[in-house]
């Protein structure tokens, strides 16, 4: 990837005489692209066109707040130099960089593009609570920070827009990016940079993305994967995506113990049914404490072993919180300086089972390796299969969290990419639920939770929705959520779990948690050999499904005509 601080040193010696703003059109070396650039009507920044061959793949304006005095340009190069900013593009493969500074640390840069609604089809984007699809139809508030949140479904928030014309734009993870898409201006994506909310001890105000055009939206897909997303490096543990995992979670929440686990497990084997039970939430003394409660599961060793000895695999619910109950680790870490905090020092950590947490700061090795070593204990006492690791973004901790980095351009998403790479010692029979440039991690990322409900507000329409998002900003290892979703605002119905089950069963795993023999069927519906069928379905596929996802970590621009690729925008622009 084209290093942002090497643009800036390239202009910083480069002398170019000054012209006025006037129209300017700059040249691609690589691939017939070319940059257009003229006064904004406004009297503020300059229109934008890229053109492929002639024809308009992005448009827009850049600096739309600021007043473009003098601009200066070479065949494939333009420059402006203030007292404010620099701004300076230059050729890059497959299209130009486009990098705005600012040293002044209250300056706000903002670009904003056209998404032509109702001609071009956008893709990719961020995981949304409303997952939109194709996402021009998608809302964004701008004055959200755009990284790794817990609201509005936000865990897996991907700087990568690609249209139907052929064209993406790709965002600098340095960036301090907030988007506004559909809000302050209908029909436009604006990208602004601004260093406030999460993003603290900068230097400079830095807005830097790169404008690519190619023939077609599965070219430039490509390339995008090749330069900026890349791709996974393997792929889950073939069981995971083989037979069903059958979680405690939706059907008991946290009323469980070993009996419960037993039971549940045996009931889905004399169904005649297999495949993963996970252990979810809320097993431990205290959370955190990756001990077992002794008094609910006295027996639970002697029961994963049985399990395990069914031919079942057997996980467990993880995540990276220490509630206040836990109150040596609470002391050890807080002296040790493992929790994450705010530049006053607080350490405060919100989360669904508390108001008064810790969370485990993983930029630091030493804290990762306190947290891995509960779970190496409990792992090598209890003879658990693997984990699901739950959380991971941001701001359940006091803002603006601080975070061990060499560059603070990296934060805050960086505590994200290091949990990450923390959990992924654990093998391939583990699963995480946000992410943020962690594609080449062989294992499944698994969607937020689902409610039980039909549509797309975090319902079954959703489902298929969140799945073809997911795959466009380059995880194609995506676990769906629980089928019938989690119970949450109402309790799934026949109908709804029968169809989710449909819905499912050529996605990369199935994942249970309520039980179809639990449903009453009706005259026409006997619910446990539809869902039946649809397993066996699934398994009878599954060879195939893992075959795409070997053929994954080896597909490249370059090889684009071997049909290795399986993205979704394979179905819009089939290859010829």
């Known amino acids: 990837m084209l290093n942002p601080r090497s643009i800036w040193c390239f202009y910083a010696v480069l002398v170019i005489g000054q012209v006025y703003a006037a129209p300017y059109t700059i040249l691609s070396d690589t691939n017939d692209i070319s940059l257009s650039l003229n006064p904004s009507s406004s009297g503020l920044g300059f229109d934008v066109l890229l053109y492929r061959d002639n024809v308009t793949v992005i448009e827009g304006t850049i600096g739309v707040n600021i007043n473009v005095t003098s601009f200066s340009c070479l065949s494939r190069t333009c420059s402006s130099v203030t007292s404010d900013y620099t701004l300076s593009i230059i050729d890059v493969n497959g299209g130009f960089a486009v990098m705005w500074v600012s040293h002044d640390l209250t300056y706000t840069l903002k670009d904003c593009f056209d998404l032509k609604k109702g001609e071009v089809n956008w893709y990719g984007g961020p995981q949304n609570y409303q997952q939109e699809w194709p996402i021009e139809k998608l809302t964004l508030n701008g004055a959200n920070p755009y990284v790794v949140r817990k609201d509005s479904n936000f865990a897996v928030p991907e700087r990568y827009w690609l249209n139907s014309n052929g064209g993406y734009i790709y965002i600098h993870e340095n960036v301090p990016l907030y988007v506004d898409q559909n809000n302050e201006r209908d029909g436009q994506l604006c990208l602004i940079a601004s260093n406030t909310g999460p993003y603290i001890n900068r230097t400079r105000v830095l807005l830097t993305y790169f404008l690519t055009g190619f023939d077609d939206p599965q070219q430039a897909h490509l390339h995008a994967i090749d330069y900026y997303l890349g791709k996974p490096q393997g792929h889950p543990n073939e069981a995971m995506v083989t037979k069903p995992i059958w979680t405690t979670w939706a059907k008991y929440k946290k009323y469980i113990n070993d009996s419960v686990v037993r039971e549940f497990a045996y009931d889905i084997l004399d169904h005649g049914f297999d495949g993963q039970i996970e252990i979810d939430e809320d097993w431990e003394t205290c959370f955190g404490s990756r001990v077992f ?37 609470i002391e050890e870490g807080e002296r040790e300086g493992y929790f994450v905090a705010n530049p006053d020092g607080n350490m405060t950590t919100v989360w669904w089972e508390s108001n008064d947490a810790r969370q485990i700061d993983f930029t630091k090795s030493a804290a990762a390796a306190w947290y891995s070593a509960r779970l190496d204990k409990v792992r090598s006492e209890v003879g658990v299969d693997g984990f699901k690791f739950d959380a991971g973004e ?107 089950t449909q819905a499912t069963v050529f996605m990369p795993a199935m994942q249970f948690s309520y039980l179809p023999w639990d449903f009453a069927d009706d005259d026409k519906l006997n619910a446990t050999e539809i869902v039946r069928n649809m397993v066996n379905l699934h398994e009878k596929y599954a060879p195939d499904i893992l075959s795409a996802m070997k053929l994954t970590k080896n597909t490249t621009e370059k090889e684009k005509d071997t049909d290795n690729t399986r993205d979704p925008i394979s179905c819009i622009v089939p290859r010829q």
Do not use: H
């Not at 006295?298 to 206040?324: G, H, K, S």
């Not at 901790?397 to 603070?408: C, I, K, M, N």
């Open 293 to 329: 409660k002794p008094d609910l599961f006295a027996n639970i060793t002697e029961v994963v072993r049985d399990l395990q000895a069914r031919n079942l695999r057997v996980t467990l619910w993880a995540a990276p919180f220490i509630n206040p109950e836990c109150t040596e680790l």
């Open 394 to 500: 941001v701001d359940y901790v006091a803002q603006p969290g601080v975070y061990q980095s060499d560059d603070p351009e990296n934060v805050p998403n960086i505590f994200t990419q290091s949990y990450i790479s923390t959990i992924s010692n654990y093998g391939d029979l583990i699963e995480a639920r946000s992410a943020f440039k962690t594609q080449r991690y062989p294992f499944f990322l698994r969607m937020i939770d689902k409610d039980s409900v039909w549509g797309l507000d975090d319902g079954l329409q959703s489902l298929v929705t969140t799945l073809l998002q997911l795959n466009m900003v380059g995880y194609s290892m995506v676990l769906p959520d629980m089928i019938g979703g989690n119970g949450y605002r109402q309790q799934p119905t026949l109908d709804l779990l029968i169809r989710w």
